[in-house]
């Protein structure tokens, strides 16, 4: 019988950690949310069931024809939820993660545990790709430690069982082998860590499109239907996370995040216009991975922030003011007709990227020296002023009668339009279940808004400033984003949900350009300023916490690398330089890495690693010295030391008992006697499993015989 037919003959039970390695390797793939629920109580019941009868299983578990019906079920299982539009790889989650329950129920006789691993192997791999969940990276730190030790075990009973003795194995399995496989796997991680860090990245996302559930918002694409921003404001999902890198963040009061513009009213949904013979976006000059400036790029009182931003549907990228210049890992950009920036690439995955914005504030008394006036576009043959910010439906009458009520007053622009939004937010009454407005198709929602009584969310009261606008001839087009926000007292960022989802009014000014104006009534919108909860807190700190894992490792590349290295640089050279200031504007390509308040990578990575190894090393030295003093009874050492100073010393490559023979051509046969004795008992003790030292009036007596022959 060959080695391999013997071993395919020895029904040895597996080791627990089988068990826990196969459960470690399953939830990886339940975290990510995308198995069904019956998937994953199967499972359970055959990783239950498995363990309870592994050292007596029953028949139908040794036979091949029902772990074939089951393995014909688990395949069509899988083949059912391609056919019905899942993804490759969740259909493979699927197959992958029914097929480990099988393999555990499998008692028949079995080479080696490759199978188990592999499989266990390739949920963990499929779960890398469809989650990016910071419960990740210590499911998976267990994982390698389980799956070392099931292969380690597995290996010391089949190597025993093949020589005949299967009991052999058990004294070996000690609780020192365990710790050296747990240190031999802890420096394994080390060691990918760096290389982590260290080693060029590329982000593949091979398997993540399409994965999770998609918070893709019906606000954020390039058509708004009125009443959608209400619906989204009733969930307290986290969208945006931001961090003010350069400049001051504004107050969550006066604190606006933009995403689209949209000039074009049917009088019920609102659109980017489209002009003949011109693409809707245009693709973004320059590379954004290494920087895309807009217009003249950035300014030295530019506001920068970095944001992690949510799924959201067209891929739209959020900003507080006019965008000067855009950095992130992206592929490409795309621009619209009113400035609205797209990630056409990514509009189901989150995503961060930093933005220079126009964070200026023109004051009442620079608007009332300027006009409102249409913004300039390109023509056939030149610039013209554009039309298409002034364009209305047919209103009733009424509607233009109130907008000139409210200005007529006033003759400068600014105090007309600062009119509209004072009425609307003084009279207007703010819900975000405003009540069917215009439902027999024959009157617009925002004339019902506008004549009928001020109810409703902020989409209507901002179309209605707009219509107001216009109907006095001043250009002016709706835009939506977020608005308020919280901040986060822990990572000290901004946490932005959809509940903050916000519509405003922009409107061009001849110097200014684009003015925000709000005629929301804040005081029903924003977020209250009561003290948080305990659970608030505890949200606070899991935020902080996923926020530093998604950019310090899921979203880590090669330019995180580059820009790593540049800190490392600039350290460096701050370290030796006595005035240790930096520069006072945040320059493109040279993002900091202060913020959220955790430890900073690579730095932290790096010392950390230093940390571990220079622990595992102490610990190591620990352990050989400490297994040198255990291993020298105190009779036995006491004997050494004696004949040391007599120059008898033992040898490091001299075994104990050769030693114990060389001693015979330089002492009395008497003193041999007792010093062999003392030998066979250290010898006992280290190799042998008994102690010496548990009969200390022996061990006293031979070390005072061997003294006193020696004197």
């Not at 945006?240 to 400049?247: A, I, W």
């Not at 899921?554 to 240790?580: C, K, N, P, T, Y």
């Not at 007792?674 to 008992?681: K, L, V, Y």
Request: net charge positive; charged share 20%.
């Amino acid at each position: 019988m060959t080695r391999l037919e013997f071993r395919g003959a020895v029904s040895i039970a597996r080791p627990s950690s089988a068990w826990l390695m196969a459960l470690v390797a399953s939830a990886t793939l339940w975290i990510t949310g995308q198995l069904a629920m019956w998937v994953m109580l199967i499972q359970l019941l055959a990783y239950g069931f498995s363990y309870y009868t592994r050292h007596d299983p029953p028949g139908w578990c040794r036979s091949p024809i029902w772990l074939n019906v089951g393995m014909f079920g688990i395949s069509a299982v899988t083949i059912s939820q391609a056919l019905h539009g899942s993804p490759a790889p969740l259909s493979l989650a699927y197959f992958a993660s029914l097929s480990q329950g099988l393999q555990l129920m499998d008692a028949r006789p079995r080479k080696s545990e490759f199978l188990l691993v592999a499989l266990a192997l390739f949920q963990v791999i499929l779960a890398a790709n469809l989650t990016d969940s910071v419960f990740f990276p210590p499911m998976l730190v267990i994982f390698l430690f389980s799956v070392t030790w099931t292969l380690m075990v597995h290996t010391l009973r089949t190597e025993a069982a093949e020589a005949g003795d299967a009991q052999a194995a058990g004294p070996a399995i000690s609780p020192s082998l365990l710790r050296t496989t747990l240190l031999a796997s802890g420096v394994s991680l080390v060691l990918a860590l760096l290389i982590f860090t260290v080693l060029p990245r590329m982000r593949t996302g091979m398997l993540r499109g399409h994965m999770g559930p998609s918070l893709a918002l019906a606000g954020f694409s390039d058509r708004v239907s009125l009443g959608t921003i209400g619906r989204i404001r009733r969930d307290d999902t986290v969208v945006l996370r931001v961090e003010t890198l350069q400049g001051t963040a504004p107050a969550p009061e006066t604190a606006y995040w933009r995403g689209l513009a949209f000039d074009r009213f049917d009088g019920r949904s609102w659109a980017v216009s489209q002009f003949p013979g011109r693409r809707a976006r245009q693709r973004l000059n320059g590379s954004p991975r290494f920087g895309a400036n807009l217009g003249a790029g950035p300014t030295p009182d530019a506001l920068a922030q970095r944001i992690v931003r949510e799924p959201v549907r067209a891929g739209v990228l959020f900003g507080a003011g006019p965008v000067l210049r855009v950095e992130g890992p992206l592929d490409h950009l795309e621009l619209d007709a009113n400035g609205g920036i797209y990630f056409p690439a990514g509009p189901d995955e989150r995503i961060r990227y930093t933005l220079w914005t126009d964070a200026r504030n023109w004051g009442e008394s620079d608007l009332r020296r300027d006009r409102a006036i249409h913004p300039l576009e390109p023509g056939p043959a030149s610039e013209r002023r554009s039309a298409r910010y002034l364009a209305l439906p047919q209103f009733d009458p009424a509607v233009a009668q109130l907008a000139r009520e409210i200005a007529g007053e006033f003759s400068r622009d600014s105090d007309r339009l600062r009119a509209i939004e004072r009425y609307l937010r003084e009279v207007g009454r703010y819900t975000d279940a405003p009540p069917d407005m215009g439902t027999d198709g024959e009157r617009s929602p925002i004339e019902s808004f506008l004549l009928d009584g001020l109810e409703g969310h902020c989409e209507y009261f901002a179309s209605a400033m707009v219509v107001l606008a216009r109907s006095l001839d001043m250009p002016a087009r709706l835009v939506n984003g977020f608005a308020g926000g919280r901040v986060n007292r822990i990572g000290r960022f901004f946490e932005l949900t959809r509940s903050d989802a916000h519509a405003w009014v922009e409107v061009h000014y001849e110097q200014a350009g684009w003015v925000r104006y709000d005629p929301t009534p804040p005081d029903l919108r924003l977020r209250s300023s009561a003290a948080l909860s305990l659970g608030e807190r505890l949200s606070e700190i899991a935020s902080v916490i996923e926020l530093w894992w998604f950019q310090r490792v899921v979203d880590f590349d090669s330019s995180d690398q580059i820009l790593a290295l540049q800190s490392v640089w600039h350290m460096i050279r701050s370290l030796r330089s006595s005035e240790g200031s930096g520069p006072a504007m945040l320059q493109p390509s040279d993002r900091t890495w202060s913020a959220p308040r955790l430890p900073n990578a690579p730095w932290a990575w790096l010392t950390t690693s230093g940390l571990v190894v220079a622990l595992s090393a102490d610990l190591l030295r620990r352990r050989r010295s400490g297994r040198t003093r255990r291993a020298l009874p105190r009779a036995y050492a006491r004997a050494l030391r004696l004949l040391a100073r007599r120059g008898l010393r033992r040898g490091e490559s001299t075994t104990a008992r050769a030693f114990a023979r060389q001693l015979e051509k330089e002492l009395p046969d008497v003193a041999c006697a007792c010093f062999s004795r003392i030998t066979e008992a250290y010898l006992a003790e280290r190799f042998g499993g008994q102690s010496a030292d548990s009969r200390p009036l022996e061990s006293e007596r031979l070390f005072l015989d061997f003294r006193n022959q020696l004197a």
